[in-house]
C-alpha cells in the first residue's frame, strides 16, 4: 500500500487530461475542505472533512476541490 498526503488544487475537470485510470484499489479520507469525486461510472459525490471513499482505480477516476482554498486528503493505493 502506498499513502499519500495530497493538495487538490484543480477546481474542474477540464483541467486534467481525461482520467486517470491505474491498477489497484484507492482509498480516500479528507483531511481538510470539500473535494468532488469523479468517477466514470457513477454520478460525482461531495465529501467534506472526516468523509472517505474506496473504489477500484482501474475505473477512471479524478478529483477536485469545491472549497474556497485547496483541499487536503489522505490517499492510499493497494499494489497489485
Do not use: C, K
Request: aromatic share 12%.
Amino acid at each position: 500500500m502506498l499513502p499519500y498526503h495530497a493538495r487538490i488544487r484543480a477546481r474542474s475537470f477540464e483541467e486534467f487530461d481525461g482520467w486517470v485510470r491505474h491498477e489497484g484499489e484507492e482509498f480516500l479520507y479528507v483531511l481538510t475542505g470539500r473535494i468532488r469525486l469523479m468517477t466514470e461510472f457513477y454520478e460525482p459525490v461531495e465529501m467534506a472533512r472526516g468523509d472517505s471513499a474506496n473504489y477500484d482505480a482501474a475505473m477512471g477516476h479524478n478529483i477536485i476541490s469545491i472549497s474556497q482554498d485547496d483541499a487536503t486528503i489522505l490517499w492510499v493505493t493497494s499494489l497489485v
